[in-house]
């Protein structure tokens, strides 16, 4: 069975500051990893994902994670924040099934 | 491409009224997925079928949910009846693949208020 921890419920940051949510995820099998992002009253939305090969994954609007497999972790990355990337996001785990396993989310909340 | 549709957006009802919420994947899309999700919770898979075959429904409370998807195509989930704890987000996505790893997509959800 897979789960997936995320430590920090709410991430407070300045716009144009760094900022990094931890996702740390626990399997017996190999993994396939996820971040998403919710915008309020929105739906889900793929940010970025880790199948294999390059531990380091980047998604379109600046946001990076690295797969880290001693640590078990996948921590996501933004060297600099904007205003519009205030939302929830969801880091989450598949093993061998379809099944994808969510974290409790972690809310950015970026001010000016 | 249009992306999955859910109706209706928002519901309120009493305890131990019934609901029910639609689903229309994306065309093509053989893999459909609802997911509960509670206020500050990630969400939690309830149900995935494959065409219109159930292929894991082990986290579904079967006294009071059920859901079904006939043709293959749209779906419906429904809670009959509803309590207090099912306030919550309910979230359809569907996938092109049999493998969630290629990504799912999700639609907007249904927030069902429970009173």
């Known amino acids: 069975a897979q789960s997936v921890t995320q430590l920090d419920s709410q991430v407070p940051v300045f716009e144009e500051a760094p900022v990094e949510l931890r996702c740390n995820y626990s399997s017996s099998v190999s993994v396939y990893l996820f971040w998403y992002v919710q915008y309020p009253n929105q739906g889900l939305q793929l940010l970025l994902k880790?199948?294999?090969?390059?531990?380091l994954v980047e998604s379109i609007n600046g946001f990076e994670a690295e797969f880290n497999k001693s640590q078990t972790s996948f921590h996501l990355r933004k060297p600099s924040v904007h205003i519009s990337d205030t939302a929830e996001y969801f880091c989450?785990?598949?093993?061998?099934?379809?099944?994808?396993?969510f974290g409790t989310g972690t809310r950015l909340q970026v001010f000016p | 491409e249009a992306g999955v549709a859910q109706s209706p957006r928002y519901k309120i009802i009493e305890k131990r009224q019934s609901v029910a919420f639609w689903c229309n994947p994306i065309s093509g899309h053989a893999t459909l997925y609802w997911y509960q999700q509670i206020l500050g919770q990630g969400p939690k898979l309830l149900i995935q079928f494959q065409n219109n075959g159930v292929v894991d429904d082990s986290q579904l409370p079967k006294d009071r949910f059920s859901a079904e998807r006939l043709k293959g195509v749209d779906s419906t989930l429904k809670i009959q009846p509803a309590k207090l704890e099912d306030s919550a987000v309910y979230l359809c996505?569907?996938?092109?693949?049999?493998?969630?790893?290629?990504?799912?997509?999700f639609g907007s959800g249904t927030r069902l208020t429970v009173v």
């Open positions: 880790y199948l294999s090969g390059s531990t």
């Open positions: 996505a569907s996938s092109s693949e049999a493998g969630g790893w290629y990504g799912y997509t």
């Open positions: 989450a785990v598949s093993g061998n099934t379809d099944k994808l396993i």
